[in-house]
């Protein structure tokens, strides 16, 4: 079942619960309107394009983009100069996004949670795997690039 643990993965069943949660909360708790239907569209655009993004790096840097993978090469162009994470940030982007899409408030709980849960899953293993295989320049790259933002 390892194919489970993936980031994809974790990110779907948000989703699910994320939806889950505003077909049952009550409606005096929706947000709704156009400006909050506008914002969380742009969340989640914004999400899938930090994505293309990032994946468009590592097919040009011939290395893999599977988490549980050892890398090639260490990425630090492109997106990867502003953030060490740019995928799990577009996954968090959409997650909210959805959650203001859907009138899912409530629901916004999950995002800290699924940041929380793919830095313990699939972060630090990533970088820790990184750290022994590219050194220095791992190191200059953590002290010049955010995890996140």
Known sequence: MKWIDIPPVWLLLAVVITWWIGQLQPASFAIGGPVTSLFG?????????????????????????????????????????????????????????????????????LVPLFMGTITQRFIVPEENRLRVKFRADFARYCQNTRRWV
């Open 41 to 109: 569209g742009l969340l989640v655009g914004g999400g899938i394009v930090l994505i293309l993004l990032a994946a468009s790096e590592f097919r040009r840097r011939k290395t893999t983009i599977i988490p549980h993978m050892e890398a090639n090469n260490l990425i630090t162009t492109g997106i990867f100069k502003r953030s060490r994470n740019p995928i799990y940030l577009g996954d968090a982007l959409i997650l909210a996004g959805l959650t203001l899409r859907w009138e899912a408030p409530i629901a916004l709980l």
